[in-house]
């Protein structure tokens, strides 16, 4: 039993850790100067974008090219300005990290 406390510790700590690595991530990346998780600011919550494209088997794609590209209309008025300087390996972890939010 003691086994299996410390296995189902280490996959809360390696899931934990992720998500928070996912976080620091979207930080360095100045993503949350616009974006919060759970409430719009300048653009929607990431919560409220997973929700949106839930299903939808085209949404990383979409979202990947969204993020380097930027675009306007989908959400307000408000633009979203191009990260062609974000790598596009990073861009994918964060894009599923935020279909990730429930």
Known sequence: MKSLNWV???LVLCTSSAAFANVELAKAKNCLACHSVDKKIVGPA???VAKKYAGDASAEAKLIA???KGGS???GAAAMPPNSQVSE???KVLVKWVLSQK
Do not use: Q, R
Request: hydrophobic content about 55%.
């Open 8 to 10: 189902l510790l280490g």
């Open 46 to 48: 990431f919560k409220d």
């Open 66 to 68: 969204k993020v380097i």
């Open 73 to 75: 209309g989908n959400w």
């Open 89 to 91: 390996a990073d861009v």
